[in-house]
Every structure is written in C-alpha cells, then in structure tokens.
C-alpha cells in the first residue's frame, strides 16, 4: 500500500488542503483510496462527508485509540495530520508513511516553525526507525511578491541538518479554486479545466514526484 502523509505541526499551512485534493487525485485515477483524518479538528472527514456520491470514491480511514483501522482493499492511503503534534505522537504518525509532504506558507513565522520541525524530525530518526521521503510544497502563495520569493528562495536552500537537501516541489498559488472545490467535497481536479488550468499546472511536478520511484524510499 501506498501511504502518503502532509505533516507540518503549524495550522492553517494547507494539510487538509493537500490531503484532500490528492486523495480526490488518486481517486480519478481509478486507484482504491483511502483517506484517513489524524486531526480532531476533522476538516478531511467534513470534506468526504460532503464530498457528491457520484465523484470518484474515497474511503474514510477511521483512527480510533491511536490505531488505524483501513479498508483491507487500499491502494494508497493518504494520511491529514493535526497541528502542534510533537514527540512520540509525531513519531506514531510518521511510522506508517513513505512519503511525507511539507506545505509551508509564505510566513516568516512559518518558515522558522518548518526548520524547527525538520530539525525535531532528525532528532526522532532512530525512533521512527525508517525511512521516509520528504518534500516540501509552496502553499497559498500570492505570487509576485517578496514574501513567495523569499518563501522560494528559502525552500530550495533548506536543508536537514545532517547537510541533506529536502526536495522542493512547487508553488501553489493562493485561489479561491481551493476554497470552493474544499466547501462541496471536492478537488481542484474536479473543477472546470478552464477555471483550474493554472493550479493543475501548479501541482504538475508534486503529482509527478508522487508518482515516481523518487518519493519511496
Ligand atoms: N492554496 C490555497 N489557496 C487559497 N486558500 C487555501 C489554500 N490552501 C489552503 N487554503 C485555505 O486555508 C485554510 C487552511 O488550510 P487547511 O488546509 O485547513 O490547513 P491545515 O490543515 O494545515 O490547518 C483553509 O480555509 C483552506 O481552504
Ligand atoms: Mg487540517
């Protein structure tokens, strides 16, 4: 099975966002998916349950006393994850995935959070005690501005503190496309061509990665 998981301990990042949208991207190809919402906030399973019965299934992976419950017919498992999760919870979260995927916002603030992160994922490397591909996803950038250029500049610097680089995938733009495809249950791949061409676009070389032999360890 393939397990993808959007980690970042700061709210309001794009999690959710990420989550949902490949779920939704996965399910259009054909594949079995199943999503599973780790956040008591529970923005993923509010979107499923809203998500029209005649758009491309996903299954809702229920997490009930830390454990994941998943439909015995998944292909890929996509997992949302909450904020502010630390230590042995980060580290029971990341031991089912093989792939991770970092939204960070063009925020100062967020900037420093991801280093902090990344730094406390090395630190857990031996309890988490395998490996896992890592990158990092650009998310509600208003292009043309310092604060994306910086962002970027700073993303395709980052580095893990053994000297490591973490790939950088791409820049999502802020747009209304996200907030309008998350309130009906649906992704970006869902929407008009012609209204989303831009943010499929966008998301070309994550969808990429996430395909190739590049993001399994
Ligand atoms: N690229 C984007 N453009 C516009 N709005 C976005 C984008 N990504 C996320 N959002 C919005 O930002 C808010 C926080 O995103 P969410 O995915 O819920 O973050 P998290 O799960 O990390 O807390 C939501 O209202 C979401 O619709
Ligand atoms: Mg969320």
Redesign the pocket.
């Known amino acids: 099975m393939r397990t993808i998981l ?1 980690l ?1 301990p ?11 949208n490949i779920a939704g991207y996965y399910a259009q190809q054909g594949k079995r998916v199943s999503l599973a919402d780790c ?1 008591a ?1 529970c ?2 399973s509010d979107w499923l349950k809203v998500r029209p019965d005649h758009f491309a299934k996903i299954d809702c992976a229920v997490v009930k006393d830390g454990m994941l419950h998943i439909e015995n017919t998944t292909e890929i498992l996509v997992m ?1 994850s909450p ?1 502010s999760v630390h230590d042995q919870k980060l580290v029971n979260l990341i031991r089912p995935a093989q792939t991770v995927v970092i ?1 960070v916002l063009p925020s100062p603030l967020d900037m420093r959070a991801a280093e902090r992160f990344l730094h406390e994922l090395i630190s857990l490397r031996n309890k988490i005690g395998r490996k896992v591909k890592i990158a990092t996803v650009a ?3 208003r292009e043309d501005t310092l604060a994306a250029a910086k962002l970027e500049y700073y993303l395709e610097k980052l580095k893990l503190p053994d000297g490591s680089r973490i790939p950088f995938m791409t820049v ?8 309008q495809a ?1 309130e009906n249950g649906m992704t970006l791949f869902e929407l008009a061509p012609w209204k989303t061409y831009y ?1 499929r676009e966008q998301w070309g070389p994550l969808l990429r990665w996430l395909n190739s032999s590049r993001s399994i360890p």
Request: proline share 3%; glycine share 10%.
């Open positions: 959007i970042n700061k709210g309001g990042c794009g999690k959710s966002t990420l989550a949902t956040d906030q923005t993923s949302d904020a939204p998310n509600r950038v999502l733009r802020a747009s209304q496309n996200y907030i998350a943010d």
